[in-house]
Nanobody
Framework: QVRLVESGGGLAQAEGSLRLSCVAS????????MGWFRQAAGKEREFVGV????????RYGDSVRGRFTITRDKAQNAVFLQMFSLKPEDTALYYC??????????????WGQGTQVTVSS
């Protein structure tokens, strides 16, 4: 069974930082891009960022570019989201994703269950 399990969410203050982790199991994702989406209450799901299979290419959504950084560790089959300068509008359920086309804007093939991030002002 393929699983993506997120951790690291919680409560943070504005201008603070959090680091999300996602560990995959059930298959290797070394040939997959991995990334993050988020969904705030009452809003549509939003692209946060993606890192290519090579671990070098990254792309971010406009609202997080310059504040969030994605990295991955192929040996751990894991991807990370380092978030700095958090804003209340970053409050959302954050989903880890994997897919071969998400670098090109395609839909993810795998989704985690999500981890909640809440930023207080």
């Amino acid at each position: 069974q393929v699983r993506l399990v997120e951790s690291g969410g919680g409560l943070a203050q504005a201008e603070g930082s959090l680091r999300l982790s996602c560990v995959a199991s059930g298959r290797s994702f070394n040939n997959f891009a991995m990334g993050w989406f988020r969904q705030a209450a009452g809003k549509e799901r939003e692209f946060v960022g993606v890192i290519g299979a090579d671990g070098l290419y990254t792309r971010y959504g406009d609202s997080v570019r310059g504040r969030f950084t994605i990295t991955r560790d192929k040996a751990q089959n894991a991807v990370f989201l380092q978030m700095f300068s958090l804003k209340p509008e970053d409050t959302a359920l954050y989903y880890c994703v994997a897919g071969r086309q998400i670098v090109f804007g395609g839909d993810p093939e795998y989704w985690g269950q999500g981890t909640q991030v809440t930023v207080s002002s």
